[in-house]
């Protein structure tokens, strides 16, 4: 059975737990790690089987796990990613948003090479991830919509320096419309979608992303539109928040959970 090493325990970190403790995922949780201790006891006592908790996240792959898991911030992947790969353990990240910083990519992807070791991004809360890659060679634009109720953009730090107000919108309105590297540094922890979409495609400058707050919606809609020689492909994804952080979907904690099941068992692949 595959060991697994897990930072950050929040909503989607304990779903994770969650699935390995049931058998969903066959692999045993052995460590796990939270910047906030609280959040990390609170997890293990939701378990059968007790993983320890370490005591600074650079301990979970000094360990001998095969992966570590990031649910955590797109800071904790700044912290720790190199890391993980240098001990030559596989990494599957969540915080996307952390690799659209190019040098940080670059850094990754060489230590990926060095040390024979693979970063596995799930496709989060979108769908159509299998065919922009397929594609992304005839690839002629791209883009994403994403659309939330105000209290899911809560504490963004475009927030900081807008005069929007979000409690103040009664209708459906954009609040932001530009590229991708821009829409993930004021939106990080909402718009890991659109840095994935980037990655797959044609990069995070050519990538368009437009934001809606919408009072009266109570799902995270994406709809992507690429178009190019290929043809044109329309996806669109109305999930439903997860109910301990609203800024994150059912559909992102599933595919997590999937990414890992497919690492953890032997059978046949399905899918691009
Ligand atoms: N890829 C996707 O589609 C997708 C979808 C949703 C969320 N996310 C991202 O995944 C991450 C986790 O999401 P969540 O909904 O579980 O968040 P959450 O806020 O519910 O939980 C995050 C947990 O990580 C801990 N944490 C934060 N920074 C840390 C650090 N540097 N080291 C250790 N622990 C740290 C927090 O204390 C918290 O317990 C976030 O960065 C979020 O933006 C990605």
Redesign the pocket.
Known sequence: MKKIGL???????TQIALAIDSGKIPAVLTHV????KE?AIALVSKLNSKPEIVEN?HLLSSHPVNIVVE??????VK?VALSVLQNKRDLMI???GALLDESIFDILSDACQDFKKTIYL?S??IAGLDGIKAIKDELDSVSITTTKHPRSLKGAKFFETSDIDLNSIQTSAVIFEGAAKEAVTLF??NI??AA?LSLSGIGSEKTKVKIVADPNTDKNTHQIEAIGKFGKMTFTVENFP?P??P???RL?ILSAIETLRKYCSDEIVIGT
Do not use: E
């Open positions: 930072m950050g325990c929040g909503a989607i970190g790690y939270d910047a906030s959040s996240s649910a955590a911030s797109q800071d904790a912290d969540m915080s996307v799930p989060g809360a990080p922890a890991n979608v994935l997860d301990n952080n800024k994150t979907s992102a």
